[in-house]
């Protein structure tokens, strides 16, 4: 079993369909749910799905009835959740940059729309003010804070393009926020809500000048709030006292966590190197690089089902007689490797292996490179007898094509 989670005694990869695929356990999103649910109810916030993190549509019945709608980072997107996400829910879109014809576009249909710079929210300010119904309208502020330590995923480097920061408000005199209704600031990442603590904290001391003449302020995503051991009574705590404080509505816009825990990308062992001088290779009929991206830009090595990670400096009791492998990619990439792990028995060629935590940053970014298929996307739902499961999509050649010309 796992060590970092309890999953459901169920066999992900028993599914008769060819490998690689994607497979998202409803239960698993329901749990999820249960818990922003209860956060929603405690604090009366508003909780948004980011689809950057997790669009695939197919599922979003089992969390739209929870949440209050969507956070769009395109037009795409916006319109993806307009069509996809449930009657009544609201569409919020935060972009570094609109276009003219994107924006014209969005303002049919987007409730909230927030702006990364003065100059767009001017330049845009008649468009939106024409549109057929009333836009609330954010900017998104860069306080200059971030304990994000990886430079990909920092909004507050000194070469950031995230945000007004402080300065550029007071350069911007007293009527700078004229036609404004909100803030928003986006600065963790897979964080606790210690870190919200302290970056609430910062953007009070340097923004609450601001904050009479706004409705509400976005908290931005970065909250792991499903992960094990997150406090959620500080997560409460904050925007309760928050909301007293000031007097703003607070509204939470997170992706990965809806759908942490919740999916697996099941592959299966086409060859197995033998190593005469180290450790045998699997080559598996996915890839890092293709399939599950973050791997490699993160980076890190995910989890699989029935095997332990093999980390340098920490040996488990399995290590001692387990069967050690390299997983490599079936792409051309020298570095598309995926991990080292220890199994209880021997891998042979056909065997299928369960990667897990594969829902969100997988289905929405993945790629055709080296023309390899792209896995299909499959439901289930453990808690019904049988398992309930659904092929929502197989891909095949004429996807790789009609992306190209
Ligand atoms: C990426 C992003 C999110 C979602 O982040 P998660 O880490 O998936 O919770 C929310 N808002 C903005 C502006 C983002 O860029």
Not at 190 to 202: A, E, F, N, P, W
Not at 281 to 287: C, E, F, K, P
Not at 332 to 358: A, Q, W
Request: proline share 5%.
């Amino acid at each position: 079993m796992n060590p970092i989670f309890p999953y459901p005694e169920f066999d992900y990869s028993k599914v008769d369909i060819d490998t690689p695929y994607y497979i998202i356990d409803r239960a698993l999103i329901r749990r999820n749910m249960e818990i922003l649910a209860d956060v929603r109810k405690r604090t009366g916030a508003r909780i948004l799905l980011a689809l950057k993190a997790f669009s695939t549509w197919g599922v979003f019945d089992e969390i739209s009835p929870y949440i209050d709608g969507v956070a769009a980072s395109s037009l795409n997107e916006a319109r993806l959740g307009l069509d996809y996400f449930g009657k009544g829910k609201e569409i919020h879109v935060y972009s570094p940059a609109y276009s003219l014809d994107e924006m014209k576009a969005i303002c049919k249909i987007a409730d909230h729309i927030v702006f990364n710079s003065l100059d767009q929210w001017k330049r845009f300010r008649p468009i939106v003010e024409d549109a057929p119904k009333k836009i609330q309208i954010g900017l998104r502020i860069n306080p200059e804070y971030s304990e994000v330590q990886l430079e990909i995923y920092n909004p507050c480097t000194t070469r950031s393009r995230f945000g007004v920061p402080l300065e550029g408000l007071i350069d911007a005199g007293v009527n700078a926020l004229d036609g404004i209704d909100g803030f928003h600031f986006h600065t963790m990442c897979q964080q606790g809500s210690d870190v919200l603590q302290r970056t609430v904290q910062v953007v009070c001391e340097r923004f609450e000048k601001y904050f009479a003449s706004l409705k509400w302020i976005n908290f931005g995503g970065g909250h792991h709030i499903t992960r094990r051991g997150y406090d959620i009574n500080r997560l409460c705590r904050i925007i309760t006292d928050f909301q007293q404080k000031y007097n703003l509505e607070v509204i939470l816009e997170p992706g990965e966590t809806h759908v942490l825990h919740t999916g697996f990308l099941v592959a299966t062992v086409l060859d197995v190197i033998e190593n005469p001088n180290g450790i045998d290779v699997l080559i598996v009929d996915t890839s890092a690089s293709a399939h599950m991206p973050d791997v490699l830009e993160m980076p890190y090595t995910p989890e699989i089902l029935g095997a332990r990670l093999n980390v340098d400096d920490y040996e488990s009791p399995l290590d001692e007689g387990g069967y050690k492998y390299i997983i490599g990619s079936k792409t051309c990439l020298s570095g598309d490797i995926i991990g080292d792990y220890t199994f209880n028995h021997p891998i042979k060629i056909g065997d299928r292996l369960v990667f897990e935590d594969m829902s969100q940053y997988t289905t929405c970014k993945n790629t055709t490179f080296n023309g390899i298929r792209l896995p299909s996307i499959v439901s289930c739902d453990s808690q019904v007898e049988g398992g309930l499961f659904r092929v929502h999509r197989q891909f095949d050649y004429n996807d790789f094509r009609n992306r190209l010309s």
